[in-house]
């Protein structure tokens, strides 16, 4: 339960701040740490990375996800002003 919440409270935020033009990085940069996020997810699926730490890195991962996500919504044009 920790994990997912942390993932979707920093998923949130970073989609509000982007969202509201608070917080953006260059696509290719949010896409290579997605990436990197899911990368790091797989391994330590096998082997466990960060233990009793997941939940924070679970944060982490939502921050960079929450920013691709208001990154490809703001490319779309939702949210702009009219």
């Known amino acids: 339960m920790k994990i997912v919440s942390g993932f979707t409270v920093g998923h949130s935020l970073t989609l509000l701040l ?3 033009g608070f917080a953006a990085l260059g696509s290719r940069l ?6 990197l996020s899911i990368a790091v997810s797989a391994l330590h699926a096998l082997w466990p990375l960060f233990a009793r730490r997941e939940a924070w890195v679970a944060l982490g991962f939502g921050l960079i996800h929450g920013l691709g996500f208001a990154s490809a919504l703001r490319e779309l044009g939702v949210g702009a002003a009219g």
């Open 30 to 35: 949010i896409e290579s740490l997605i990436a």
């Open 18 to 20: 982007g969202a509201l």
